[in-house]
């Protein structure tokens, strides 16, 4: 069974940090594109970042300098920090692996990140 496992969401001010992580289980993780995507109240879900199993990242140009996605491939686990939040960054966060190749393609079920004073 495929699980994506999301944590180290919550609620933080301007100009701090989080780490989210995302633990994988039920597929080849090493084999896997991961990426964090979010969604903000009323908007479409959007790419933050993504890393490839040799370590190619793309990251959105509104979170570039600010959030660093890495994967440890012997723990099934992607995280994301960030830091310099902005209330902007507000949205649920979701851990997402891809397999090109294959087309198969997993999410987790998001967890929240608020920033507000």
């Known amino acids: 069974q495929v699980q994506l496992v999301e944590s180290g969401g919550g609620l933080v001010q301007p100009g701090g940090s989080l780490r989210l992580s995302c633990a994988a289980s039920g597929f080849t993780f090493g084999n896997y594109v991961m990426g964090w995507y979010r969604q903000a109240p009323g908007k479409e879900r959007e790419l933050a970042a993504s890393l490839t199993r040799y370590g190619n990242t793309i990251y959105a140009d509104s979170v570039k300098g600010r959030f660093t996605i890495s994967r440890d491939n012997a723990k099934n686990t992607v995280y994301l920090q960030m830091n310099s939040l902005k209330p902007e960054d507000t949205a649920v966060y979701y851990c997402?692996?891809?397999?090109?190749?294959?087309?198969?393609?997993?999410w987790g079920q998001g967890t929240h990140v608020t920033v507000s004073s």
């Open positions: 997402n692996a891809h397999h090109f190749v294959l087309g198969t393609e997993y």
